[in-house]
């Protein structure tokens, strides 16, 4: 054969392998980071697929094509959203659009429910395969979105091992695929690796404050969470409370709540994010309900979950029967018992916040059966079959176009 029918055959004989185009479409900078982990194993799978979608950043760097920014989804705050809803509404009329001309072979949702779930049903009408990555909280209130999900979506990725029997008993393919903090969080902490990294003294007894993430909730638990550390260093002289601000305008926040508090400055440290590192190096947590009682959790951190929202919604939520769950924070849902303690409303207040932490301080049997029942939380959370949670994921959704290896 001469050179130049040999060049023309070469495309034929190294042809890349099928190639599927698939559509991402991410929320909130949490979203990103899934994302990015998610696409990273699909691409691991599928080196030659083509990526699109809704991204930020992290997705961006693993070679995702971000037809709109992540950020363009980040909405927070009931007025914004107001003000918002009819640009979001006509972006997803458009992403809608385009993605039905482009027709890929499977679109994931990740989070963002209120955005993905209507762009995924319209899709999933028009015969495209659709899956939905991290479920709502359907195990802790309103079950009955799980029917509604299953419109939406072929197959739900699921964070945790409760929720496929839920949609199970709605007739939805939801798949246990592990939650990705269990792969961030090493089995055996060090706590002393930790401290030296944050600039932690080695002996110190470290209160980890953790208030919440977003500007509406540390506004509503920072002043208590703040009487809170007071009455403690009172208590406890020689105590060190560290707090994590996740962005600037929250470490401006906690430094004017600071400013206005009793608390001597020399007893407190803001770092600029690393809670887990944080988490991994405290004595004990005081943290809002959500996430961050996982993160606690995994770092066999010690902890008391607070939480309160409008008097109002609660009555709503609790009289209408909304709310399932008689436990709000993940440690305990998880466990099945009554694992660390919850304060929730009335009980979130400065002295019995101090009281449950000073518990934790003066009773090392209730500190340590804490960190007894961790590790088994942590092993319930690793996706089946000993993979990292974004590779059974990426398995999982495969399987919906018959592409897993």
Known sequence: MDALATAAALPLAHAAPQAPLIALIAGEASGDLLGADLLAALRRRHPHARFVGIGGARMRAQGFEAWHDISELSVMGLAEVLRDLPRLLRLRRDLARRLLAAHPALTIGIDAPDFNLGLERRLKAAGLRTA???????????????????????????????????????????????????????????????????????????????????????????????????????????????????????????????????????????????????????????????????????????????????????????????LKSERYSLPNILAGRDLVPELMQRDCNGPRLAAAVARLFDDPVAAAAQRAAFPALHAALRAPDGVRAADAAAGAALELIGAAP
Do not use: K, N
């Open 132 to 322: 939905h990555y991290v479920s709502p909280s359907v195990w802790a209130w309103r079950e009955g979105r799980a029917a509604r999900l299953g419109r939406s979506a072929d197959r739900v990725l699921c964070l945790f091992p409760m929720e496929p029997p839920i949609y199970a008993r709605h007739g939805v393919d939801a798949r246990f695929v592990g939650h990705p903090l269990a792969d961030r969080f090493a089995d055996a902490p060090d706590r002393a690796a930790a401290r030296a990294a944050l600039g932690l003294p080695a002996t110190a007894r470290v209160l980890a404050l953790l208030p919440g993430s977003r500007q509406g909730e540390v506004a509503r638990l920072l002043p208590d969470f703040l009487a809170a550390a007071t009455l403690l260093h009172t208590r406890f002289p020689d105590l060190l409370i560290a707090m994590p601000a996740a962005d600037a305008a929250l470490r401006a926040r906690i430094d004017a709540a600071l400013g206005a508090s009793a608390l001597p400055a020399r007893t407190v440290r803001v770092l600029d994010g690393q809670a887990h590192a944080l988490l991994t190096a405290a004595d004990g947590a005081l943290l809002a309900s959500g996430t961050a009682a996982l993160e606690a959790a995994l770092a066999q951190c010690p902890m008391v979950v607070a939480y309160r929202i409008a008097p109002l919604t609660h009555a709503l939520v609790r009289g209408l029967g909304l």
